[in-house]
């Protein structure tokens, strides 16, 4: 990245600055361009503080050996796998009909529908990151941030949760068939059926665990306020395990939670009147 790092390359850089994975020339770009923008410095902050209030989240207990790396394991396998489909369908729809590719591309936080594909690539380098940066960018910040939440949460240090995504984002992957025993399941909005919005992690035991992550502007339903999420067994019971706020459809909650691998069968994230947001379902597709 160039050294004169400008305030729309900051915002897409910034969560990973606040989480400490940001790499050391990339830092310091950051840093210099803190100095002198006020407006910059303040969103920094804001995520840092996000992260600290994560402390409060600490346990008593330590968790099992090893449950950093398999989180990033985890989530850097999916991101992974994602990108490969996405381009894949990339290289299929270019000769599809002989049609010009249209794509969706993102712009100051809004979705700009019928773009054409070389118009979002020339506004992808007009911001000097190209294409294959990003993309490993999403990889190491959407592990960085599961992962640093989860290790927080656990009472890890930062070296540790920087040590497994660094290992992890720079060499190749654990196979994908190692055991770990941790629980993934898709969030999907209730209102936009199909739809993504968010990811949630579960850790089985007697000091089970759980992490959420929601984005229903993501999916084009944004909320604000509280919401609950209920873990849903199989016999159609519900548990509550925890409430969280969201601003604009984003959010996150961590904590205990009673997570009995054998019983549990899905989630749902409700508002106060019990209207259902989104659901997940976990099943054997997914052990992380």
Same mark, same amino acid.
């Given at each position: 990245?160039?050294? !004169?790092?400008?305030?729309?390359?900051?915002?897409?850089?910034?969560?990973?600055?606040?989480?400490?994975?940001?790499?050391? @020339?990339?830092?310091?770009?950051?840093?210099?361009?803190?100095?002198?923008?006020?407006?910059?410095?303040?969103?920094?902050?804001?995520?840092?503080?996000?992260? !600290?209030?994560?402390?409060?989240?600490?346990?008593?207990?330590?968790?099992?050996?090893?449950?950093?790396?398999?989180? %990033?394991?985890?989530?850097?396998?999916?991101?992974?796998?994602?990108?490969?489909? &996405?381009?894949?369908? @990339?290289?299929? #729809?270019?000769?599809? #009909?002989?049609?010009?590719?249209? /794509?969706?591309?993102?712009?100051?936080? %809004?979705?700009?529908?019928?773009?054409?594909?070389?118009?979002?690539?020339?506004?992808?380098?007009?911001?000097?990151?190209?294409?294959?940066?990003?993309?490993?960018?999403?990889?190491?910040?959407?592990? &960085?941030?599961?992962?640093?939440?989860?290790?927080?949460?656990?009472?890890?240090?930062?070296?540790?949760?920087?040590?497994?995504? /660094?290992?992890?984002?720079?060499?190749?992957?654990?196979?994908?068939?190692?055991?770990?025993?941790?629980?993934?399941?898709?969030?999907?909005?209730?209102?936009?059926?199909?739809?993504?919005?968010?990811?949630?992690?579960?850790?089985?035991?007697?000091?089970?665990?759980?992490?959420?992550?929601?984005?229903?502007?993501?999916?084009?339903?944004?909320?604000?306020?509280?919401?609950?999420?209920?873990?849903? @067994?199989?016999?159609?019971?519900?548990?509550?395990?925890?409430?969280?706020?969201?601003?604009?459809?984003?959010?996150?909650?961590?904590?205990?939670?009673?997570?009995?691998?054998?019983?549990?069968?899905?989630?749902?994230?409700?508002?106060?009147?019990?209207?259902?947001?989104?659901? %997940?379902?976990?099943?054997?597709?997914?052990?992380?």
């Amino acid at each position: 990245m160039p050294g !004169d790092v400008a305030c729309e390359q900051l915002r897409e850089i910034g969560p990973e600055l606040a989480l400490g994975v940001l790499p050391g @020339r990339e830092r310091a770009g950051a840093v210099a361009h803190l100095d002198r923008c006020a407006d910059c410095r303040e969103y920094v902050a804001q995520l840092t503080l996000v992260g !600290d209030r994560l402390i409060g989240l600490l346990p008593c207990g330590e968790p099992p050996v090893g449950f950093e790396t398999r989180v %990033a394991q985890a989530l850097t396998r999916s991101a992974q796998g994602q990108g490969a489909q &996405a381009e894949d369908g @990339r290289a299929r #729809g270019a000769h599809v #009909g002989g049609a010009p590719r249209v /794509e969706c591309v993102r712009t100051n936080g %809004a979705q700009a529908q019928g773009t054409p594909a070389h118009e979002g690539r020339s506004r992808a380098h007009e911001t000097g990151i190209p294409r294959q940066g990003r993309r490993g960018r999403r990889v190491r910040l959407r592990a &960085a941030s599961a992962a640093a939440a989860l290790a927080l949460a656990f009472g890890f240090g930062g070296w540790a949760v920087g040590t497994a995504i /660094e290992e992890l984002t720079a060499g190749p992957s654990s196979p994908a068939g190692a055991p770990t025993g941790m629980l993934r399941a898709a969030l999907v909005s209730a209102r936009a059926f199909g739809k993504s919005a968010g990811e949630i992690y579960a850790h089985p035991g007697p000091g089970g665990w759980l992490y959420m992550s929601v984005d229903l502007a993501d999916a084009g339903t944004p909320y604000d306020g509280k919401v609950s999420c209920l873990l849903v @067994r199989h016999d159609g019971s519900t548990v509550r395990v925890g409430e969280l706020t969201l601003h604009k459809g984003y959010g996150y909650w961590a904590g205990p939670a009673p997570v009995d691998a054998s019983t549990l069968a899905g989630a749902r994230l409700t508002a106060p009147d019990g209207t259902v947001l989104a659901t %997940a379902q976990f099943g054997a597709s997914g052990l992380a």
